[in-house]
């Protein structure tokens, strides 16, 4: 393949300050793909070759002024950015903070073009590029870890892009060779064998600017060493690896997302071509939230409306996104792309970016401290604060934006550029042989339905314009200089192959229409456009803690305002029930008072549904339709991103339809509908259902799953069971109010434990659980149990092993009816054949 190279003609000026060899230099150009690699994939533009505007520009601005320009402040310690750093020569232990915050702030500062950003990530830059060892190896000379090297490479690619630096491709070149020299002795382990993909990509990219073949043996061995994403993505896997928890780490899985389409470059074969739209598929139809991101509270969590999603894992969801967009020419990542950007990024961050929260729930009516359950725990999980949670986010967040706005467009081998996703920007570049162009697009994009791009160039100039279409638009429509496009198809990618000549318009109208998303408990999520809606929520915000940088402040938010409604939606058009109203276009649209587009629909108040017995959430959103007897209101919807409370899983009101007299599940398809996880986890393996390990190779305590949309009072239930590690594993039934925690359920459960040769039957209250009967029976670990209970009124029977004589007789009269599952409690069970009958 001949390789087809372009310079990019902008230069960056930077301070005096900086050294000479940062200043006025033009980048080299920029190259795609040498053989043998595949030559479709697109390339990155030069950073700073796109410039945002308008609402996007004001999101990184407040960005500046709020948590990445005050980072070094807000966390001056030496093992995180102080100048003791071990990143700077000192003698902390920074690991992958200042990467980490590196890869960020480089990102930003250029796409900006701020001096003072410029300046904070040079003094990081400097000092690495002059203190590389011999042996090629870089950073601090007592860390012996792979990862934290991989997310600096990034930093230094960024930075190589805009400057143009000659240190810095030589430097990665001798690094990589080190590394490949020492991989054998020192293979990739725990996050560095999770996230090798950034390596493999940083490779590849240096291999495009010098040819060195070593770098592609070193990409092979890369994959060698790391999970075997592909397959984890293609089968479902993700808890195939028993007490490693790198595979089910929803941060690594996010960020892992891009491997397979890093390595099709090498492989083209459709098990790494395909490899994460089929995880994608798999991650959220088992943990999938409205925003189209998965729920990890760290590991993957399940469907559960009050699951939430970290923010590492919303910004490496989206580079993964990225990445993937210039190999995989799929209009769908796009589209996938923008509803993250859109929806769950802005929702992670205080609307003046000084604040983050490391989890973000789709259903968050508060956000105070306290337990919410989740494996991994933190006081101030999804509290707003520049300190929420655990200390990772606080660092890696700073890529989000300028990532989403340094990534939207790409350039194409046919002299040609592309969008990848859509908003108010300015792109200078060169397409064509060498020619020099600026585009400019002009909208208020996801918040309008239009959007419009100006062609500058000196003379005309041929080149092809790829444009995305959105697979939700049903009537797409492009114009060029007033006239209609034909053959313009949402879901796909149109290229406009023309001499554009000075001037030329391109107008996209991307009508915008109300849909409905099921999600868990059969409820829904409303969506316009790229755009989710949820409810609007008044909220009480008190500080707690004031950070001695002034304006920085960790924030309780309380509700104001009722927030347990359930929407009347009936089937009619959306757009009869549901008004859009449409406000001039603000600043900044997240906003919620200022945004531009809410939604009007009617609804009524649930009032069964309140918070859940640690009162720090609200209970699972109730399963549809749900009954209510309060009066009909309007209520007013707004966009996810504006909201720090939202309801954006909404239950539908209506005469409750529950199954009540037969249910059976074989798992034979490896998966299983309306079964939902509360705590731990739950995975499905050689047609049946197990619960999954943490990294102490237990479940975790009294993880449940649960058949929502069940409702029996008197029945037979009965599973085939094996509780195979010390624990306790058994039945759930007459469920009401499931939660996640040990006892946070309502019901009846009977268990195994053959640890202690005992059969067990209890009940929970939602915080204590009691022990109604147990009986001894020679139970053994790994062995399968055909487990039987009987329940008639007030009367319960319990049977094992097909025997017809019941081992245990007990009664009580708490609890009438309710769904039925499974719960394991630190115990790791495998269950199948689940029958219950309604008697």
């Not at 609200?618 to 504006?642: C, I, K, R």
């Not at 359920?745 to 209890?762: A, D, R």
Request: aromatic share 12%; hydrophobic share 35%.
């Amino acid at each position: 393949m001949k390789q087809i190279s372009r310079t990019f003609l902008t230069a960056c000026l930077l301070p005096l300050t900086l050294p000479l060899h940062a200043q006025n230099q033009q980048p080299e150009p920029y190259s795609f793909n040498r053989l043998p690699l595949q030559k479709e994939v697109y390339a990155q533009l030069p950073l700073g070759s796109i410039k945002a505007k308008g609402w996007l520009l004001k999101q990184l601005e407040l960005q500046k002024d709020g948590f990445t320009g005050h980072a070094e402040e807000l966390y001056p310690d030496r093992n995180d950015l102080g100048p003791a750093a071990d990143w700077l020569g000192g003698t902390g232990n920074s690991w992958e903070k200042a990467p980490y915050y590196l890869k960020g702030l480089v990102a930003l500062a250029y796409t900006l073009d701020d001096p003072g950003l410029k300046q904070k990530a040079q003094k990081w830059i400097e000092y690495t590029l002059d203190h590389q060892q011999e042996s090629g190896l870089f950073g601090p000379a007592k860390m012996k870890d792979w990862w934290p090297r991989m997310p600096f490479m990034y930093a230094l690619q960024s930075y190589y892009e805009a400057t143009g630096d000659k240190r810095v491709i030589p430097f990665l070149s001798r690094y990589l060779k080190y590394q490949l020299a020492n991989l054998d002795g020192d293979p990739l382990k725990e996050w560095g064998k999770s996230r090798a993909g950034d390596n493999i990509e940083i490779a590849i990219w240096v291999y495009n600017k010098t040819g060195d073949k070593f770098l592609l043996e070193l990409a092979h061995k890369l994959k060698e060493q790391s999970y075997p994403w592909a397959e984890i993505f293609n089968e479902n896997q993700f808890d195939y690896f028993g007490n490693d928890y790198q595979p089910k780490h929803m941060v690594n899985v996010a960020q892992a997302l891009k491997f397979p389409a890093i390595y099709a470059q090498v492989d083209s074969s459709m098990q790494y071509t395909r490899a994460m739209q089929n995880g994608i598929k798999h991650l959220l139809q088992d943990h999938g939230q409205p925003t189209g991101i998965a729920a990890g509270t760290e590991r993957i969590s399940g469907k559960s409306s009050v699951q939430g999603v970290e923010t590492c894992t919303v910004v490496e969801w989206m580079q993964s996104l990225e990445t993937a967009s210039r190999i995989i020419h799929d209009a769908e990542i796009g589209d996938q792309l923008e509803k993250i950007a859109f929806n769950a990024l802005p929702a992670q961050f205080s609307k003046d970016l000084k604040s983050h929260t490391y989890y973000t729930l789709p259903n968050q009516v508060q956000s105070l401290p306290g337990p919410h359950g989740f494996n991994q725990d933190y006081h101030n999980g999804i509290i707003p604060g520049p300190y929420s949670g655990f200390p990772c986010c606080r660092y890696n967040m700073h890529m989000g934006w300028p990532y989403f706005v340094k990534n939207s467009w790409s350039a194409t081998p046919e002299g040609g550029l592309a969008v990848i996703a859509y908003g108010p920007m300015e792109v200078s570049t060169v397409v064509g042989d060498n020619k020099k162009i600026k585009i400019d697009e002009d909208t208020g994009y996801p918040f309008e339905e239009q959007i419009r791009l100006t062609v500058f160039v000196d003379s005309p100039t041929s080149f092809p314009l790829t444009l995305r279409i959105p697979s939700w638009c049903i009537n797409p429509q492009v114009r060029i200089n007033n006239k209609l496009i034909t053959g313009v198809s949402a879901g796909k990618l149109l290229t406009l192959n023309r001499k554009w000549s000075n001037g030329d318009k391109v107008v996209l109208d991307f009508p915008m229409h109300l849909s409905t998303e099921k999600q868990v408990n059969n409820a829904v999520s409303i969506q316009r456009g790229p755009l989710v809606y949820a409810l609007k929520i008044d909220q009480s915000e008190k500080r707690v803690k004031e950070f001695p940088v002034k304006g920085f402040f960790e924030t309780e938010i309380s509700a104001a305002s009722a927030w347990n409604y359930g929407l009347l939606l009936d089937g009619t058009p959306l757009d009869k029930q549901i008004s859009v109203i449409k406000r001039p276009m603000p600043v900044n649209p997240f906003v919620q008072q200022l945004t531009p587009v809410e939604l009007k629909v009617k609804a009524k108040k649930i009032s069964t549904w309140g918070l859940d017995y640690n009162n720090t959430a609200a209970f699972d959103v109730p399963f549809s339709p749900a009954f209510s007897d309060q009066p009909a209101e309007e209520v007013t919807l707004v966009p996810y991103g504006s909201e720090s409370l939202r309801l954006s899983i909404l239950p539908v009101i209506g005469n409750p339809k529950f199954i009540d007299k037969n249910y059976q599940e074989t798992f034979g398809a490896n998966n299983a509908k309306g079964l939902v996880i509360y705590g731990g986890g739950w995975f499905y393996r050689n047609g049946a259902v197990h619960s999954s390990s943490n990294e102490d190779g237990r479940s975790g305590e009294g993880t449940k799953i649960i058949a929502t949309g069940t409702k029996f009072a008197d029945l037979m239930f009965s599973a085939d069971i094996a509780v195979n590690t010390p624990g306790n594993g058994g039945l759930l039934f007459r469920i009401k109010d499931p939660a996640i925690g040990a006892n946070a359920y309502k019901g009846y459960y009977l268990g195994l434990n053959p640890s202690t040769e005992t059969i067990e039957f209890g009940k929970a209250n939602g915080k204590v659980w009691t022990v109604i009967a147990a009986a001894r029976y020679p139970l053994e670990l790994k062995k399968n149990y055909k487990l039987e209970i009987k329940a008639v009124g007030n009367t319960f029977e319990v049977l094992i092993d097909g025997n017809k004589e019941p081992v245990l007789i007990a009664q009580d009269g708490d609890y009438s009816e309710g769904s039925i599952g499974l719960r394991a409690y630190n115990a790791l069970m495998t269950v199948d054949n689940i029958k219950v009958t309604g008697l």
